[in-house]
Structure formats: C-alpha cells, structure tokens
C-alpha cells in the first residue's frame, strides 16, 4: 500500500490517508456476486459443465482459489507498494469466467464481466474501472512479469502461488483417488508440486512473492521427506524399476 503522505496544516503534522475507493460492503455485495455468477455457470450446463469431472473444476473449489488468490494478491500489494483496491477487486474477478469460456478466453471474458458489473453497482471512477478490467484481462500473460505493471504482476504472482504448498499438494493428492492411484504414487505427485514450486521460483519477481514460495516449497519438501521415511515401498520402487531395466 503506498506510504501515507505527510501534510502540514495549523502548526502540526498530520498525515493524509488514501480513501479507499471499494467500501466493505460492496466488496461483499461483489463476493456474493462472483459465488453466484459460478455457481450458475455450472447449472447451466446439461453435462454439470466444462471439466467437471475433477472437484477442482467445481464452483466451490473455483470460489475458494478466488479467495486465496485475493488474499494472495492484497498481501503482495501491500508490500510492495501497488494499488490494493484495483488488486484486490480485480482478484476477486480474475476467475469468473473460468467455468463457461474456454482457457484461452477466460481473462479477456472475465474483464468484460467486471466492467459489466461494476459499471452497473456504485459510481466507482472511470479510470478505476478502466484499470481493474486491465489487471484481469492481463492475468493469464506468459511472458515476463517485468513487462506488466504493478497490479498485474501482483496477481499473476498470487494465482501462480495458491497452487503451491500445502494447498498444492492437497489439490495433487486428491488427483490420485480419481486417477486410481494408490498411496504409493504420492512421492511422484509431490514432485509435481515441487516442480511446479520451482517453475514459480523461477517466474515471480517480487521480493514478496519469492519469499512465500520458498517457505512454501519448504512445507512440500518436508512433507515429501516424512512420506519416504514412513513408506517403504516409495523409497524403493524407483531402485526396483532400474534393477529390472539393467
């Protein structure tokens, strides 16, 4: 959150706080509003919807990601000094169309329901919701993050960081019960959580967004340490397929 500003006034120094252009409650009013643009994205569809068969693809799971993100998103803002509201409102968004448009076009899709509703709810400000529609459309961007401004880097760093961690690895392991795996699998699922920890290691730039992903990564190596010290055959299954491949 940028750094209140000194004034002076009457002899004395006070300081001048940013109001905040979002209140509470309509920041409630517009949660209410994406769980139930979610929710019916899904019952819309005859087949339950788009990849509904993982429990990640549901709305709820949806919902929460969006939260996580959000929070994600705000606690890198604030530290590094980006416009909270416009990141915080365009978290809150980021994903809303994820369930009824394809990947390629979720974002874009996304900030045209932003604009939609933000235009219809409260009079918020012409360049505040001119840049909130840019964050979200700008969130799935695979190049640098260098290249994109503050807010946007501060949510693209968020939605790459909720997959990470405990939260990652929880998402992993339940993808083995409908992949028919048993429990001996889950050092290689855990990997893929690592992998993808370094991946974000190696993407996000700011001194935030690298510090929560390495104490995540932290969380993930113990807990692949604690399933190969009290799993026998996963330490070693990877020594009996090379034995029988010599």
Same mark, same amino acid.
């Given at each position: 959150?940028?750094?209140?500003?000194?004034?002076?006034?009457?002899?004395?120094?006070?300081?001048?706080?940013?109001?905040?252009?979002?209140?509470?409650?309509?920041?409630?009013?517009?949660?209410?509003?994406?769980?139930?643009?979610?929710?019916?994205?899904?019952?819309?569809?005859?087949?339950?919807?788009?990849?509904?068969?993982?429990?990640?693809?549901?709305?709820?799971?949806?919902?929460?990601?969006?939260?996580?993100?959000? &929070?994600?998103?705000?606690?890198?803002?604030?530290?590094?000094?980006? +416009?909270?509201?416009?990141?915080?409102?365009?978290?809150?968004? !980021?994903?809303?169309?994820?369930?009824?448009?394809?990947?390629?076009?979720?974002?874009?899709?996304?900030?045209?329901?932003?604009?939609?509703?933000?235009?219809? !709810?409260?009079?918020?400000?012409?360049?505040?919701?001119?840049?909130?529609?840019?964050?979200? =459309? &700008? !969130?799935?961007?695979?190049?640098?993050?260098?290249?994109?401004?503050?807010?946007?880097?501060?949510?693209?760093?968020?939605?790459?960081? +909720?997959?990470?961690?405990?939260?990652?690895?929880?998402?992993?392991?339940?993808?083995?019960?409908?992949?028919?795996?048993?429990?001996? +699998?889950? =050092?290689?699922?855990?990997?893929?959580?690592?992998?993808?920890?370094?991946?974000?290691?190696?993407?996000?730039?700011?001194?935030?967004?690298?510090?929560?992903? !390495?104490?995540?990564?932290?969380?993930?190596?113990?807990?692949?340490?604690?399933?190969?010290?009290?799993?026998?055959?996963?330490?070693?299954?990877?020594?009996? &397929?090379?034995?029988?491949?010599?």
């Amino acid at each position: 959150m940028p750094a209140p500003q000194a004034r002076n006034g009457g002899g004395s120094v006070g300081v001048e706080i940013k109001e905040s252009t979002v209140s509470d409650a309509e920041f409630q009013q517009m949660k209410r509003f994406v769980r139930d643009y979610l929710a019916a994205s899904v019952e819309s569809e005859d087949d339950g919807g788009r990849m509904r068969w993982y429990p990640w693809h549901s709305a709820e799971y949806r919902f929460n990601h969006i939260l996580n993100v959000v &929070d994600l998103a705000v606690e890198i803002a604030e530290r590094e000094g980006a +416009d909270t509201d416009a990141v915080r409102v365009a978290a809150l968004f !980021h994903d809303i169309s994820k369930l009824e448009a394809d990947q390629e076009v979720h974002a874009e899709e996304g900030a045209r329901v932003a604009r939609e509703y933000l235009n219809s !709810h409260g009079e918020f400000p012409a360049s505040f919701i001119e840049q909130v529609c840019q964050i979200v =459309a &700008d !969130h799935s961007y695979q190049g640098p993050l260098a290249d994109v401004s503050l807010e946007t880097r501060s949510l693209v760093e968020a939605d790459i960081l +909720d997959k990470v961690g405990a939260n990652g690895t929880a998402l992993m392991l339940l993808r083995m019960g409908y992949e028919s795996r048993t429990h001996m +699998d889950a =050092a290689e699922m855990v990997e893929r959580v690592l992998e993808r920890g370094r991946d974000a290691a190696n993407r996000v730039e700011s001194d935030t967004a690298e510090t929560i992903v !390495h104490k995540r990564l932290k969380r993930v190596r113990w807990f692949r340490e604690w399933l190969e010290s009290e799993v026998t055959e996963m330490d070693h299954a990877g020594d009996l &397929d090379r034995e029988s491949s010599d």
